[in-house]
Structures are given as structure tokens and as C-alpha cells.
């Protein structure tokens, strides 16, 4: 006699997209102090606490995203990622693109939420006649 199977959490994987997104995302802000060392007025105290401390925050957000507040912090550190622009432009343009990358996580989160509120996920679907 076989077990019933759990049907898979959603929202498992997608926490870890998440996560995954914010690794990402530190990686490349982390890249951007060369760029900025090598162009401009340089890498000062301020610019390198400043990446090295963003970077770090999202490390730890990425180890927060249970919590059901965590995308939306995710969107706040976009906005003091944007706020790069007065390190480097660079680092500005790393923050446009990442907020179009959190923007599209958001919109993914509402169609999950959506079509799982329908019953509409595979998981949620009950299986072929003939099989279970």
C-alpha cells in the first residue's frame, strides 16, 4: 500500500529563488568595487563601507526569507541600492536592473498566490484516473 504524497510547498521554492536572487545580486555589488576604485573619485571609506555594507545586508536578508515581510524588504534595499548613483553610476544602473528583476519576483509572487488560492497549482490538482 503506498503512502499519499504531501503535495509540494510553492512557496519552498520560491523562498529559495528569492534567496538565490539577493546572492546574486550581493556578488555583483561586491564586482562593483574595482569599477569604482579604478573610475572617478575612487574607492574612499565611505564608497567601500558603503557596497561591503549592502552586500552584507543582503546576505542576510537572503537567510531571512520566511519571514513573510522578507520581499518586501527585499524591495527596500533596492531603493538604497538605486541610491548607489552618488558612489558610481554603475552601481545606480546595478539597482535600476535588480529593482526590474525584484519587480517581476513580485508579480510572480501575486500569480502563485493567485493560483494557488484558485486551486489551480499542479500540486493541488488530483491525480489521473488509474493512478494512487
Known amino acids: 500500500m503506498s503512502q499519499p504524497v504531501a503535495p509540494s510547498d510553492p512557496w519552498r521554492s520560491f523562498r529559495g529563488v528569492m534567496a538565490g536572487v539577493l546572492l546574486l545580486e550581493a556578488i555583483v555589488v561586491l564586482l562593483a568595487i574595482p569599477v569604482v576604485g579604478v573610475t572617478g573619485r575612487g574607492l574612499t571609506a565611505v564608497t567601500g563601507t558603503y557596497l561591503i555594507g549592502v552586500a552584507v545586508l543582503m546576505v542576510v536578508l537572503s537567510a531571512l526569507q520566511r519571514r513573510p515581510w522578507a520581499i518586501w524588504a527585499n524591495l527596500a ?41 484558485n486551486g489551480l497549482l499542479p500540486g493541488q490538482q488530483p491525480p489521473p484516473d488509474g493512478v494512487g
Open 77 to 117: 534595499v533596492q531603493v538604497i541600492v538605486i541610491g548607489g548613483f552618488f558612489v558610481h553610476a554603475a552601481v545606480g544602473f546595478v539597482g535600476l536592473l535588480f529593482t526590474g528583476v525584484w519587480l517581476l519576483i513580485v508579480y510572480l509572487r501575486a500569480e502563485v498566490l493567485r493560483r494557488q488560492q
